[in-house]
């Protein structure tokens, strides 16, 4: 049976203009001293309990460009957006897409227009710039509620909790307490002391300790709840945002988990583009949450090559699969243990870690712009794998241009460089050459070792 449950409402706007304080004030904590750089990088919710207006459950996401699918989402998951604009800045980049995502959901929105403390503050200004987005607010004869706040003051802060009641009791949220359940998975990761866990908002049904929980199949049983105030909890009801311990995966940020099995939209992923004529740089990369993650891999530019990515902490096994292809680990939020640190240092593997998003993505930027140009002399394709005695030779067909012992070799996978190599014996037949032209079948050795597989491509380079 349907029954009214806490409204859930998002926060959305720019990069640092006070999403972050606003809720800092509402729940009297200070998230933003604590987040890197002081912007928010991850999807964070918590309930507030109010005096005149009952229990009110808010969703933080970032302003950063790269997080744009965790807005998308928010608009999705939300029955209210709140949009920050700050009054000395004015509509932004982020303040735009915002929009588009609270205008391809259809929720209300309430539009709150911070910072109003500073002398630079020129409210008038933001309601012009957002008219001339198509968002005309009541002050301008327009339909869209708005109020002055400052998130530093807490200056007009009962006048947005009075709009956000009203707005949300013209249409009062509910869900099915007894129902199916439904848990939005808002965040992921793997932790090193939990295991696989999901920070998730519960949409419908009731969530208990000990209930199995399932997407595509079963996924793990409940073996512990925590709320955001770091309470212990045995159960959750619709509106409520919590911490999910025994998972058997890390979920997708954004999926659907229930107590019966429930199919996921399934996404096409691109098809990745021919890097063979673009230099580029191999990363393997380790983020603390699934969010962070996709917000990564999204915003890389595309001659960053990805052998790996995943969340916890990096390990030994990402300095391995990073030594062959000469590939740098790149972390963020991640921890490096000692044994990790020296097995990096043998194997001579770059390890880079950041707190800030800007700082990882500036940093490859300025790796991708440094980075040696290469001029492609030869392609090859391999053929057959075998051995004479402990050397493992690559029988290979030369499709292209012309391939010299003296050459630097890039050993190429679906579009992705896996190892870069010498040729420390290149034969026709049994006969030792210096180099083979098109057309020629060949046996090679490489040193360093590569491990190559039968339909991997060689690319012979000056590089």
Do not use: W
Not at 105 to 132: W, Y
Not at 165 to 194: C, H, M, W, Y
Not at 316 to 343: C, M, Y
Not at 361 to 388: H, V, W
């Amino acid at each position: 049976m349907l029954t009214n449950r806490p409204p859930i409402i998002v926060i959305l706007g720019h990069v640092d203009h006070g999403k972050t304080s606003l809720l800092d004030y509402l729940r009297k904590s200070n998230i933003t001293a604590r987040e890197a750089g002081g912007i928010t990088q991850a999807i964070s919710s918590f309930q507030l309990q109010t005096p005149e207006y009952g229990v009110l459950t808010f969703i933080d996401t970032p302003g950063h460009a790269a997080f744009s699918a965790m807005r998308k989402r928010g608009s999705q998951i939300a029955d209210l957006a709140i949009l920050v604009v700050a009054a000395d800045d004015g509509v932004m980049p982020q303040t735009r897409e915002s929009l588009d995502f609270i205008k391809s959901s259809g929720i209300p929105f309430i539009v709150a227009i911070n910072k109003i403390d500073l002398s630079s503050a020129d409210p008038d200004r933001i309601k012009t710039q957002l008219t001339e987005n198509q968002v005309v607010v009541e002050d301008f004869g327009g339909d869209i509620p708005s109020v002055l706040i400052s998130a530093k003051s807490g200056k007009g802060i009962p006048d947005l909790l009075e709009l956000i009641n009203l707005v949300t009791s013209l249409n009062q949220p509910q869900a099915d307490p007894f129902g199916q359940l439904e848990l939005i998975v808002l965040e992921s990761r793997l932790d090193s002391k939990k295991g696989s866990l999901a920070i998730v908002l519960v949409k419908n049904g009731t969530i208990t300790i000990g209930q199995e929980l399932f997407q595509n199949q079963s996924i793990g049983k409940v073996r512990a709840m925590i709320n955001p105030d770091g309470t212990n909890v045995t159960s959750a009801l619709p509106s409520q945002p919590l911490e999910v311990i025994g998972l058997s995966l890390v979920p997708e940020v954004g999926s659907i988990i229930s107590d019966k099995v429930v199919l996921q939209p399934t996404t096409k992923k691109p098809i990745p583009e021919s890097k063979n004529s673009i230099p580029g740089i191999n990363i393997i990369v380790r983020s603390d949450v699934a969010g962070s993650l996709e917000a990564i891999l999204s915003a890389l530019p595309k001659n960053i090559h990805v052998l790996s990515s995943g969340t916890g902490d990096i390990i030994e096994n990402d300095i391995l699969q990073a030594r062959p292809a000469e590939a740098q680990v790149i972390g963020f939020n991640t921890k490096i243990t000692t044994s990790v640190s020296k097995l990096a240092e043998t194997e001579k593997v770059i390890i880079k870690t950041f707190k800030i998003i800007y700082d990882l993505l500036d940093y490859l930027d300025k790796q991708i712009n440094q980075a040696p140009t290469e001029t492609i002399l030869g392609r090859a394709s391999i053929l057959a794998d075998f051995k004479i005695k402990s050397d493992r030779i690559a029988g290979c067909r030369c499709s292209q241009g012309v391939i010299s012992k003296s050459n630097s070799i890039q050993i190429e996978r679906n579009a992705q460089i896996i190892g870069k190599s010498r040729i420390k014996s290149l034969k026709v037949g049994k006969n030792d050459v210096p180099t083979v032209k098109s057309g020629v079948e060949f046996g090679a050795i490489f040193s360093p070792y590569v491990d190559f597989t039968i339909g991997d491509d060689i690319i012979a380079t000056t590089g």
